[in-house]
């Protein structure tokens, strides 16, 4: 009976451990599965995550670019503003020095003594002479007026030089040369430290002739002129809105060389 009992008692402890370990191994596999599960809603919180950064990275870019096309259309107001400022002082300019040569011609003709009159047959002869002096518009040569202003220039006299660019450019004003002639007559104004005129001058080039080669340097020009009428800021308007434009120019290092200059405090 003791023997019976035991074995009755061997089974059930035999079943007892069966069914345990039955038991852990399911709750293994819940435990794997909900891993997964876990895995798996990470991985897509990640993707969810890395999308949710390229989209706020366009943003960031989106914003940056607006920022910068803001600060630029405000550069180009200040550099119009300027413009304005200056064609406003060079026509007050130009109006005084005319009303100065007008009353200079008046006072020159009240002044002046009366000639004798000359007998017709003398006028005549006289208008005749002159006649057949001038040249007639086909001897004409405005390439001529153009080489001779560059050598006028060469030569330092720049006033000379104007005058004979001028009626090159009233002849041609869209020849191949044109631009160069403007150009001339610009540079003339800022070798004779007339920097304003310059200024003037060199913006109409640009406004002109926007593809010419010499755009970048009548802008460097524009901002040295400025620094010389003592305008730094709107000088540094200038130069950045060069190095920006021709950022692999010469005309750009020089322009970044000027504005490291007005950056360094004491200079």
């Known amino acids: ?31 794997y599965s909900r891993q997964r599960e876990v895995e798996t809603t990470l991985k897509k919180m990640q993707k969810d ?6 989209e706020v990275k366009k943003e960031d870019n989106i914003l940056d670019l607006n920022e910068k096309t803001f600060e630029l259309e405000n550069k180009l107001l200040e ?6 400022e200056m064609h406003a ?16 011609a008046e006072a020159e003709s009240q002044a ?24 007639s518009p086909a001897e004409k040569n405005p390439k001529k007026s153009y080489e001779l202003g560059l050598k006028e ?3 330092g006299n720049y006033e000379a030089a104007r005058t004979l660019l001028r009626e090159y450019l009233a002849d041609a004003p869209r020849s191949d040369e044109a631009a160069d002639a403007m150009f001339f007559v610009a540079d003339s104004y800022f070798k004779e430290k007339f920097y304003e005129e310059a200024i003037l001058e060199y913006q109409n080039i640009i406004e002109t002739w926007p593809a010419s080669p010499k755009i970048p340097l ?11 009428i003592g305008k730094p800021n709107e000088a540094s308007l200038f130069f950045e809105s060069l ?12 322009a970044k060389e000027h504005l490291k200059t007005l950056s360094t405090p004491g200079e």
């Open 153 to 155: 220039f060469a030569d």
């Open 79 to 84: 550099l119009e503003q300027i413009i304005g």
């Open 243 to 254: 190095i920006e434009a021709y950022p692999n120019s010469p005309e750009a290092a020089t």
């Open 1 to 31: 009976m003791r023997k019976k009992y035991l074995a009755v008692a061997a089974i059930s402890f035999c079943s007892m451990f069966m069914y345990g370990c039955v038991a852990s191994e399911g709750d293994l596999d819940f435990l």
């Open 112 to 135: 002046a003594v009366p000639q004798p009159q000359t007998p017709p047959a003398a006028a005549s002869e006289q208008a005749s002479e002159s006649t057949s002096e001038e040249p």
């Open 218 to 228: 009548c802008q460097l020009n524009q901002g040295i002129a400025l620094l010389k």
């Open 49 to 54: 995550i890395d999308w949710l950064k390229a």
């Open 89 to 104: 002082q060079s026509e007050e300019r130009f109006k005084k020095i005319e009303t100065g040569l007008s009353a200079m």
